[in-house]
């Protein structure tokens, strides 16, 4: 299963160091542009840890069928 992640969600599990429950859950988590760019915003909460962690899992999301 995919997953397909929210900003407040991530930073949440960044803060309280649990992002590691998301690999445990899911295939694969992905997030589009828009959230990685809110989420490590240098005045955000674990930006750094958000930006490490989502290095690879930024994708355009739009029209990917799979994720219907």
């Known amino acids: 299963m ?6 407040s969600p991530l930073v949440a599990l960044a803060v309280c160091d649990c992002l590691h429950i998301l690999e445990n859950l899911f295939e ?4 589009a542009q828009a959230v990685y760019d809110e989420v490590t915003d240098k005045n955000k909460p ?3 840890k958000l930006k490490e962690y989502l ?8 029209g990917q069928s799979h994720l219907k």
């Open 28 to 31: 694969e988590v992905k997030v």
């Open 46 to 48: 674990a930006a750094n």
């Open 55 to 62: 290095q690879d899992k930024v994708s355009n999301l739009i």
């Open 2 to 7: 995919i997953i397909v992640a929210d900003a």
